[in-house]
């Protein structure tokens, strides 16, 4: 039971983890972006 627990939540952190990393990717290149238009 923790067990099957502790896998569950691993598995929500990584996904959870990859969404973040393309999230901050994504606020980078809006900046890069915004500086290059100025």
């Known amino acids: 039971m923790i067990i099957k627990l ?3 939540t ?3 952190i990584l996904l959870f983890g990859r969404k973040l990393d393309e999230f901050m990717k994504n ?3 809006h900046k890069l972006y915004s500086k290059n238009l100025k």
């Open 27 to 29: 606020i980078g290149a």
């Open 10 to 12: 691993e598995i929500y």
């Open 6 to 8: 502790f896998c569950k």
